[in-house]
C-alpha cells in the first residue's frame, strides 16, 4: 500500500524529522485558506499514488493565496496516470541551497534494509543509479540492531562535507530508519533533502511503501488507506479476499493461485488475445468468493468471454462449481464462458457443471484458446 | 534420491490441530510422511486422531520423537516466531507454508536460522514433495510420480500444472520445490539448482519463476557456471502491467526491473529452455534429449 505525500510526511514529521508546514485541502477555498495561514509564496501539489506529478502540470508554485486557490481549481480534479486528483497539499516554497536524496528500502536481493544516499537529489534516483552510479552510496542495515550512529555519519558525510549539515542529516536518517520500521514499510523515502540558505537540513518531499502484510498488526497505518485512490472493483475484490487487477483486454478470467493466474493471463496473449484482468481467487475457495468474482469480472463492459482456470489441490473444484451455478443461476450471463477444471473432485464438479447446463475442459490450452475465440481474438 | 526432504525425514507439525494444520497432517500421514509429532501449546499430552502425539513447545516435541524437519500452518502473526522455535529447537529443515509474513520479519528471522544451521523453505510457499517418500506441505501427492526431473518453482497451482503435465507425460519427478512468493525467502533458486545438481537421481530440472527481482537471472548465472544437467524455464507474467503486485508479495515489477522478459532473455543467455506456457515442458526436455 503507498501512502500520500502529505501522510507520509505527517509519519516523518512524527518521528521528529524537521518538515515544512503545509496542510491538505479538498476544494479552491480550502487551498485559499491554508495559503493565507500560510504566507507568502506556497506550493499545490496533487496528492495521487503516481509519479511525474510535475511534468503532468500537478505541481504549481503560487505567489499568494488567490493564485493559490486558481491552481488548486484546476489541480483538483485532473487526471495523472488515470488517477483522479482528490487532494491538494499546500505548502510554503522553500529556499534551496541544495538538494540531494536519502532512501530506505528492503532490498531482496541482500535480504535487509539498504539506505540509499545521494548529493544529486531532487530527480529520479534510478536514472541517477543508471548514469551517475558513483553520487550514490548504499549501505545494508543489519536489522537487529538498526541503523547504528556511525553508520548513518557516513551516509551523512557522504551527502554534506561540512559537519554542521552532516550530523543533523545523520540524525535524520537514523529517525528515517525509525519511521521505516514503525510504519511496516518497504520503502521510505526523502526527495530532496534540502538545506536552506541558512544552513538547515529539511525534508522537503517524502514517499512511503508500506508491505501489506504489516497492516493487520499495524491498524495505525492501515487506517490511512484511501480507497478513493483505487479502482472500485479492486476494493470490492480486496474487501471478499480475492486478488484483484483490472485490465484493458476482453477475456475475462478466474483462476486460483496467483502463479496460474499470470501464466493463464499470459496464455490468452500466446493465442492471441488480450486478458481483461488479473484475479486470483485464493487457496481454500467457497462458493461466495466466485459469486463475488463473476459479479466482479462481468461488471466490465470489455469482457466479451469468461475463462476459468482452476487446478484443484486444496481448492475443491466441486467448490468452484457450486459457485459458479449459484452466480448464474442469480444473474444470466450475458457473456459466454469456458470452464477448465481439473484436479481434486474434479468428476463431481464436472457433473453440478452439466446438470446446469455448462460443459467443463480439462485442457488448459484447449480452454483459452476457446475463450479468446469467443472474446473475438481479443478485439 | 532426492533433496531437501525423504524416507529419513522426521517431521513436526507446528499448528497441528488448526483447520489447515490437521487437513494437510492427514494428507501427508495418508501420503506415508514419517510424522512425529505435533505441537499446539496448551494441547501437549493429546494425540492427534490417535495417530501422532502432540507437544507444548517443539523443544519438546525434538526432544522426545527425535524430528529433524519441521512444517508451520500458524497464522502469519505467529509464523516468525514459529521459525525461531523450530530453529532454537535445533530442527534442521523448516518450511513455512503461512501466507501474509511481514517481510520485515523475515529480515530478521534468515540470518538467526543462518547462525543455527537451519534451513528455512518459504514462507508463503506450498512446501516440498519428494514422490514415493515424504511429503511436506500441501503439494498434492496424487499428480506427482517417482523420477528424475527436479521441480523449483515460486508458485503453487502453476507448479501443479506443469508436474501434471511432467506425470501425465510419464516424466516423474525427484522433488518438487516450492520456494515461495514472498520478496525475502529462506532458499532461492540456486539453493535448489545446487541441491538437483548434487543428487544422483535427478537428471533434469524445471524452473518455474515469475515476474519481480531478479533471483532467476542470478540462477541463470549460476546454472551456466555450475550445473550440468539440463535445465528448463517458465516465468508467469508476460503480460503483467509494470507496478502492481500480482497477488504473490514479490511478484511486482519495480521500475524496468524484474520483467519476465528480462527473465526469459537471461535464461535464453545461459543455456535454459525457455518455456513459453506450461504445455511446453515435456517437449524442450525431449528436445534436450531427456527420457521419462
Redesign the interface.
Known sequence: MNLHEYQARALLKAAGIPVPDGEVATTPAEAEAIARRLGGTVVVKAQVHAGGRGKAGGVKLAKDAAEARAHAGRILGMIIKGLTVEKVLVVPAAEIASESYAGVI?D??S???VFMVSPAGGIDI?EVAAKTPEKILKLGV???YGLLPHQAMRLGFFLYRDVAQARPAAVILQQLYRAF?DA?A?LAEINPLVTTPGGAVVALDAKIGV????L??KPAIAALRDVSAENPAEVKARNAGL?F?K?DGAVGCC?????????T??????YGG??AN?L?IG??SNPDKVVTALEIITSDPNVKAILFNI?????RCDDVANGIVAATSRTKLAVPIVIRL???NEERAVQILQQAGFSALTD??EAVERAVALAGGGA | MSIFVDRNTRLVVQGITGR?GSFHTRQMLDYGTNVVAGVTPGKGGQSFEGRVPIFNTVAEAVTETRANASVIYVP??FAGDAVYEAADAGVELVVCISE?????D???V???LRERGARLIGPNC?GVISPGQAKVG???GQ?CREGSVGVV?????????VV?QLTRAGFGQTTCVGIG?D??IGTNFIDCLQGFQADPATRAIVM?G??????EQ?AAEFAKAKVTKPIVG?I??????PG????????IIS??SGT?AEKMASFERCGIGVM????DVVPLLKERRVTP
Open positions: 528492503l531482496r536481493a535480504q535487509r534494509p534510478e543489519d536489522p537487529r520500521v511496516g518497504s508491505d501489506d502484510n504489516e493487520e498488526r486478488s487487477i485490465l483462476v486460483n493461485g496467483a502463479g496460474l493466474a499470470m501464466a493471463m499470459d496464455l490468452v496473449k500466446y488480450e486478458p488479473f486470483d487457496g481454500s487446478f484443484g489441490g486444496i481448492t481439473t484436479g481434486t488448459m490450452d | 489447515d502469519a502473526r501474509g509474513v511481514p517481510v520485515l523475515m529480515t530478521r534468515l540470518p538467526y506450498p500441501i503439494i498434492p499428480i518453482s515460486r508458485s503453487g497451482t502453476l507448479t501443479y500444472e501434471h512468493g520478496p525475502i518455474i515469475e515476474i519481480g527481482g531478479t533471483d542470478q517458465f508467469a507474467g508476460q503480460t503483467a502491467p502492481r503486485r500480482m497477488g504473490h508479495a514479490g511478484a521500475g524496468a519476465a513459453k506456457r506450461p504445455a
